[in-house]
């Protein structure tokens, strides 16, 4: 029974030992991990690798790749990614992936968060034409009614 209770005892020292000498993920195996996520569609996979600011932007990317069809779906999962560039600066870096199904390449921006390489991503980055809205002086309190003189266009009422 003592001997039992020492091969356990070394064994659970030793994985304790290994697991505390794990080695962090690189920029470029973080940015290869979440491009083979959004391959094969797992988004949950990939909001792991993301920053929590990027959680809702991965969402909104699912919406558009629940939309595509199968024959765009398998072009995707197909499609060779490689690392073609990294650029690291302290807590940031980019990384530039060739995606062979778009045929160009794209730049993924990362971040350190709590010690671990994430990706993050902006609107932007999944939608090309998007622009944030504006605040011109609009807030909550604007009331948008009908301008008569305007062709039935709502303009904000004067406070």
């Known amino acids: 029974m003592?001997?039992?209770r020492r091969i356990l005892t070394l064994a659970v020292m030793g994985m304790l030992l290994l697991s505390?000498?794990?080695k962090r993920a690189t920029p470029q195996e973080v940015a290869l991990a979440f491009m083979h996520a959004?391959?094969?569609s797992n988004?949950?996979?990939a909001r792991d690798y993301a920053t929590k600011e990027s959680q809702q932007v991965i969402q909104i990317y699912s919406i558009f790749d629940g939309r595509r069809s199968d024959a765009e779906r398998d072009k995707i999962r197909k499609a060779k990614i490689q690392v073609v560039a990294v650029e690291e600066n302290d807590n940031k870096a980019s990384?530039?992936?060739q995606n062979s199904s778009a045929n160009q390449q794209e730049v993924l921006q990362l971040v350190k968060e709590s010690g671990q390489w994430k990706i993050s991503l902006t609107f932007e980055s999944i939608i090309p034409n998007y622009i944030p809205p504006a605040s011109?002086?609009?807030d909550s309190t604007t009331v948008l009614t009908p301008?008569?003189?305007a062709g039935g266009v709502a303009v904000p009422a004067v406070k």
Do not use: A, R
């Open 38 to 40: 959004i391959q094969d």
């Open 136 to 138: 011109q002086g609009l």
């Open 43 to 45: 988004f949950d996979q």
């Open 20 to 22: 505390s000498c794990k």
């Open 95 to 97: 990384v530039t992936i």
């Open 147 to 149: 301008d008569t003189t």
């Open 2 to 4: 003592t001997n039992y």
